[in-house]
Each structure stands twice: as C-alpha cells, then as structure tokens.
C-alpha cells in the first residue's frame, strides 16, 4: 500500500487532479489484485489438481477416476479467483467508499456461488455414473434422485445470488417464497409430480431400466431405456420411443413383465378347438391302439370310474407329453384343460411355463407345441374344427351333384 501511495503523489505532482489519481491509484490495486488471484488460481491448477489427478491415478478403485475427473475439479479451481479478489479488495481500497467495496464483494460472491453450483452439478453427475455402472443400484432410476438433488441445490443458489444482488437476507427471500408456493407449484408441477412419483417407483421397486413394461392404453410395450425427474423413456419392440411422466405409470396401470423374466418360467396358455362330433367313446381297436404308446401306459393301468373317451385319452397324452419335453418347467403349473364349448367345438387349452422367456425363442417353443398337438390329434380320432371355406362348400355341392 506504501507503493501504491508513492504513485498517487508522483501522478499528483505530474499535475493530475488528486479525484483522477486516486482512480487511477485503485484501478492499479485493483488490476494487481486480479493478477495475483490468477497467479494463485494457476499454482492451484498446477499443483492441486495435478497432485490430485495423479494421486487418483495411483488407486486401485475406479469411482474416484470419474467423481475426481479433471472437468470437475477444474470447475472447483473457478473459485480461487474471486475468493482472493473477495477477501483481499478491503486491503487494496482500504480508502475506498464502502459501497464500492461492498458491490465487488458482491459481485465476487455471485461468482463464487455460481463456481459453488458448477461444480456440484458436475459432481452430482460424476456420482450418478459412479452408482449407475455398479451391480447393484444399475438398473435403480437414479437419474430421477440426482436431478432433483441438482434442481434443489440451483435453486437454493439462484436465492443465494438474488440476496447477494439485492443486500436481501437469504431466510427473508425463503419466508418470501411462502406467499408465491402457488405459483412455483403451477410452474414447477410437472418437476414436484415427477419427483414424488420417482420416489414411488424406487422405493416400491416398482420400475427400473431394462424392465419390460406394456401399457396397450398408451401404446407402450417395450423396455425401459431411461427414468429421469420428469420422464420415463421406453423403446418399444418396434422401435419407437414412447416418453411417458413418472407420475402416469403411479396413478395408471402398466404390466411389468420383470418378475416373469426373473422366474422359472414364460407362459403358455393357448387353445385349439375339437370338432364336438368327433368326440367318443374309446372302441377295442382305439383302446389297442393307444397301449402301444409309451406316453398313455400309466394313464391307462389306472382305474377309472367312467369309460374313456378319445378327448379324455388325448388330453393325458399332451400332459404326459409336456412333462417330457426338456423346454417346459415341470415345477410350475402343467396342465391340459377343457373349456367351455362353443358354436366353434370345444376348446383344448395347454396350460404351461416354457423355461426360454426370450419373445423369439419363445414364440419358436409355442409353435413346435402346437404344431405337435395339430398332427396328432387326427391319430385319436378327433378333428379341429374349422369353419366351411369356399372349397367346402363347393365341394358339398359337388357330391350331391354326384
């Protein structure tokens, strides 16, 4: 300060008017001010940061690569110049007005708020990909949980810089904020539903990317690929992108097909329908037929109450079948069921878990069953039924014809 006193009166005695000499002399304690802070932001960049980067380096663990990486650090080492220009300005205005020291305090701390807030944006996000690549919090909707953290922590810091900008105490803006709730309710409705909603979802365990999910109500049928604050994002299997609010897959209904992959078993429930009339009573030439398969030899040593049909052979055939067939979980439900009949014969359901749950393969298994039971139930003399095409009923008139 000495030096700078020495200046103010050589500019003085140089005939310079003593208000310009003293501007004069702040503007050069200001400007060596500011050169000392980026001095110190450099030593702070070089030695700080390269101390840390290679001691991150040194570690066997991976998370402190990403929430140490060099971006976020940098963002912090934005603090240092205006932390010194902050703490050190009443030393070079010493003689300054105290309003002028107040706004560059002032000025100072916005930039130092808003460094603050760069730098936990980016730290938030660092730990978000720190978590998100772990084992076991993958597939939580974690994105949703740092957003918010990330919106909350902006806005507390958007107060923070309006109370420096405007000489106001930050709990007076917060007591301020009460009288406008209605109004941040209607603008940020979509981001408080979606927050709360998000919370649902991942303390229920009720969704987390990669889960199948279908709601035909909205056209939605596919995986989800993303669950942020406001948006959950899902390819469907013909790939589309459907986004969808959080707060819809709370306050509607959606099938989460997870717990079927995680289980022993996809179902299988589909039906063929018997001709009615095909329907009989087992004659000695059927009943001799059916003891030479292997499938029916404990089905027809059992005693039985009633006389046996066709139908009633077939359907122990097709369990006793199933039970074989390495694809199908015998663990779960197996069964082969009569439903009630109709105009179009009687429906013979197959009732089953097919231990593949890939759709492609899955739908591969469904057919080699079917296809199965479609040739041989002609061997138990029993027909599908199938409603008259064009060709019948040409043909019907062409016997009578004959």
């Known amino acids: 300060m000495e030096i700078l006193n020495v200046i103010k009166k050589l500019l003085v005695s140089w005939g310079m008017a003593p208000d310009t000499a003293d501007a004069l002399d702040h503007f050069i304690a200001f400007l060596l001010l500011v050169l000392l802070a980026l001095l110190a932001d450099q030593i702070f960049r070089r030695l700080v940061l390269t101390s840390v980067a290679r001691l991150v380096k040194k570690t066997k663990a991976t998370w402190d690569d990403v ?14 110049v205006p932390l010194i220009v902050y703490l050190f300005i009443p030393v070079a205005f010493a003689d300054a007005a105290t309003a002028t020291i107040n706004l560059i305090q002032r000025i100072c701390m916005v930039i130092i708020i808003l460094s603050l807030l760069s730098f936990g944006h980016s730290f938030m996000g660092a730990v978000y990909t720190v978590y998100s690549a772990t084992g076991r919090y993958r597939n939580r909707p974690l994105k949703g949980m740092v957003q918010t953290v990330q919106v909350l922590m902006w806005l507390v810091g958007i107060i923070c810089i309006v109370g420096q900008l405007t000489g106001q105490e930050v709990l007076n803006l917060l007591g301020g904020l009460g009288a406008m709730s209605a109004v941040l309710m209607l603008v940020f409705r979509d981001t408080i539903m979606g927050f709360v909603s998000g919370v649902q979802l991942s303390a229920n365990n009720m969704l987390k990317v990669g889960d199948w999910i279908k709601m035909p109500k909205y056209g939605v049928d596919g995986t989800v690929t993303e669950v942020s604050l406001t948006t959950v994002k ?13 707060y819809l897959l709370v306050s509607d209904i959606f099938e989460n097909w997870n717990a079927m992959r995680e289980s022993g078993g996809r179902r299988v429930k589909r ?18 037929k059916f003891r030479g398969m292997s499938l029916l030899k404990d089905y027809l040593e059992s005693p039985h109450e009633e006389p046996l049909t066709n139908l009633g052979v077939l359907r122990a055939y097709l369990v006793a079948w199933l039970r074989t067939r390495p694809v199908v979980n015998t663990d779960l439900h197996c069964m082969v069921r ?18 593949i749950k890939d759709w492609v393969a899955y739908e591969g298994v469904q057919s080699d069953v079917f296809d199965y039971v479609l040739a041989i139930v002609p061997e138990f003399g029993l027909r599908i039924f199938q409603s008259p095409s064009g060709d019948d009923v040409q043909a019907l008139i062409g016997s009578k014809s004959l």
């Open 234 to 246: 899902v390819r469907n299997w013909d790939n589309t992108v459907a986004t969808l609010p959080p």
């Open 271 to 288: 039906s063929i329908n018997i001709d009615i009339r095909s329907v009989c009573f087992c004659t000695p030439q059927m009943m001799e």
């Open 338 to 355: 009569q439903l009630q009949p109709t105009e179009h014969g009687i429906p013979l359901e197959l009732y089953f878990f097919s231990r």
């Open 67 to 80: 929430v140490f990486d060099h971006k976020v650090m940098v963002r912090l080492s934005h603090i240092v």
